[in-house]
């Protein structure tokens, strides 16, 4: 049985490495020594997963793509052929169904409604809005780095970095202040490390549900970490006192319950929100800036929001070629009616820990790393940073991260060299031709782009492993091919938090740069990487810095 599964690949003419009997990679694939994309990128360098190359993962079958145009086919042009990630963990305990609810678990037209209504949540002029909130916590950091340099010769950039992110959400998703900046006791970081260190009888579990996923529901087996109760009570509390008080912050909750309160008709015109995709070799480009702010800055910015969206359905409803999406877009309004109850904007509020905690904790570890190691492009950015803050009367305002372009540039090329993410994975929904072969991918089958290959690939990075800015200034842009710098995925169904996530780590990195100098601490020079099947790529063992003062407080 094996042998006639394993034997995919051959008769289908695309090369794949050594395998083992039932096994297939999977030895190599959850190997806890070596992460996952060293395998990746051997199949990428040395059997033909530069463009194509099929790998086993047991006996699945699963397709290696890393030709950037075959990406650009699979992730935007063909996107109706690969609109659902791998299936996630159906949760199939009526108490614990509010996994279902997240954005990620969601497949179809009803992703398609869930993204639409919250796309509108992370655009500029909202994330202007939300900027004060995220400056607090920076200082906060910048505080407790102070203190801990008076105290210790040395710090993990890593984990304070986590204790900054987890702060920043509390406040920004759930409108609590957890202050785990300030207090070491703090519940809610406990529940979150809690939530994130799954204990190894779990992961076999979650292995076992990869396997035999039908065999679960059937049992109803639970595979919810405890402290979902947790979260959902501070979710519940906080929604019902908002309600309650009508009170107001401007955050991730205030904007999900405006969802879920807003007329349908406003829902319906914001269907095709999640059709548009920011190119990511372009973050937070000056045009959209100002298309975001003028919205964000009228009185009446409701009015003109919807009366954009209804120009962009308008427009895209013209455009529309075949009856099938014309039948999609119907689907997705039907979809909306329905609006976000308190379990979904719970579940959506979860989702933005479970994939902004890790992603932009380790971010910034590894920006505050490169530029310990580099600290001439260290002084660069600091250089830069001061200038703005002249022309700005000492004032760092969101504008100014705009203008930032060495700030930004230091963090596109560190998501270059540590992109969090190192691969993104697709589940082929109806069967599709791959481009110039001869090669069907069936209905069902899972497409992995090979992010982190890409980014090192010498042929589109000369001296891939340099660290090297200036690779991303305005001037040398035009140099990048495209779909090969995608740390946020590409297409409709990129990373929703991106500008969310740029700004954390832009304000937290700008005053930690302009607080302190960076150094390597002794021993650190090295930076090592976790290994296992982990869907994130992050520090093992911290990053250990020396900061040493600039000026006062
Ligand atoms: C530096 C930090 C981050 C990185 C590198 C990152 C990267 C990614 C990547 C690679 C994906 C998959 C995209 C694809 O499949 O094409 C993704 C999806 C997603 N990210 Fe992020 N992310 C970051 C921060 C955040 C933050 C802060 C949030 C929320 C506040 C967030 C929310 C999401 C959500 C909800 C999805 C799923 C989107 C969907 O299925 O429609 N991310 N992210």
Redesign the pocket.
């Known amino acids: 049985y094996s042998r006639k599964r394993h034997n995919f690949w051959t008769l289908n003419g695309i090369s794949t490495p050594p395998f083992i009997p039932f096994l297939g990679h999977a030895h190599k694939l959850y190997n806890k020594k070596q992460g996952r994309w060293i395998f990746e990128n051997e199949v990428y360098s040395k059997f033909g997963g530069c463009r194509y190359a099929g790998i086993y993962e047991f006996l699945n079958p699963i397709l290696i793509v890393g030709d950037p145009e075959l990406m650009k086919n699979i992730?935007v042009k063909d996107f109706d052929h690969f609109v659902n990630?791998r299936k996630q963990t159906v949760m199939t305990n009526e108490r614990d169904s509010v996994m279902n609810h997240m954005?990620?678990s969601?497949e179809g037209d009803d992703?398609k409604a869930l993204?639409s209504v919250m796309s509108p949540t992370f655009t500029s002029g909202r994330m202007k809005a939300m900027f004060p909130l995220v400056c607090e916590k920076a200082n906060a950091l910048v505080s407790f780095c102070r203190k801990e340099i008076s105290k210790k010769p040395q710090i993990d950039m890593k984990y304070t970095a986590g204790r900054y992110t987890v702060d920043t959400?509390a406040s920004c998703?759930f409108g609590i202040e957890c202050n785990s900046l300030i207090d070491d006791d703090a519940a809610f970081p406990k529940k979150v490390s809690a939530f994130f260190n799954v204990p190894s009888s779990k992961l076999l579990l979650y292995l076992f549900y990869r396997l035999f996923p039908r065999m679960f529901s059937l049992l109803k087996i639970n595979l919810n970490p405890p402290e979902l109760d947790f979260f959902k009570e501070v979710v519940t509390h906080t929604i019902a006192e908002r309600k309650r008080k009508n009170l107001r912050r401007d955050d991730?909750l205030d904007l999900l319950l405006e969802a879920e309160h807003s007329e349908s008709e406003t829902k319906d015109e914001q269907v095709h929100q999640?059709d548009e995709w920011p190119d990511s070799n372009n973050q937070l480009n000056n045009e959209e800036k100002e298309q975001d702010d003028n919205v964000a800055n009228k009185k009446d910015t409701v009015t003109q929001h919807q009366h954009q969206q209804m120009q962009k359905l308008q427009e895209h409803v013209q455009n529309e070629s075949t009856e099938e999406k014309h039948e999609n877009v119907k689907n997705a309004k039907k979809t909306l009616k329905g609006g976000l109850d308190d379990n979904a904007i719970l579940a959506q509020c979860l989702?933005?820990l479970v994939?902004?905690y890790d992603?932009?904790a380790s971010?910034l570890a590894f920006a505050s790393f490169l530029l310990a190691k580099h600290p001439k492009e260290q002084d660069t950015l600091r250089q830069e940073l001061r200038e703005l803050l002249e022309e700005k009367e000492g004032k760092l305002t969101y504008d100014t991260l705009i203008d930032a372009k060495f700030l930004d540039s230091c963090i596109m090329e560190t998501?270059r060299l540590y992109?969090?993410?190192p691969r993104?994975?697709?589940m082929c929904n109806k069967s599709y031709r791959l481009p110039g072969t001869e090669f069907t991918i069936p209905k069902g089958m899972v497409v992995q782009c090979q992010?982190w290959s890409v980014h090192h690939d010498a042929r589109y990075w000369p001296d891939p492993e340099k660290f090297s800015p200036d690779r991303f200034m305005p001037e040398n842009r035009p140099n990048i091919k495209s779909f090969t710098h995608?740390?946020?995925?590409?297409?409709p169904?990129?990373?929703?938090?991106?500008r969310?996530?740029?700004m954390?780590?832009k304000v937290a990195l700008a005053k930690l740069v302009l607080a302190a100098e960076m150094k390597l601490a002794p021993g650190s020079e090295e930076l090592i990487l976790e290994g296992g099947n982990s869907s994130f790529l992050r520090p093992k063992y911290g990053v250990n810095l020396i900061l040493k003062p600039l000026g006062s407080e």
Do not use: D, S
């Open positions: 992730l990630r954005l990620t969601k992703w993204r959400l998703a991730f999640g989702l933005f994939a902004g992603t932009t971010t998501l992109p969090p993410g993104l994975q697709r992010v995608i740390p946020f995925g590409m297409g169904r990129n990373c929703i938090g991106m969310f996530a740029l954390e780590v």
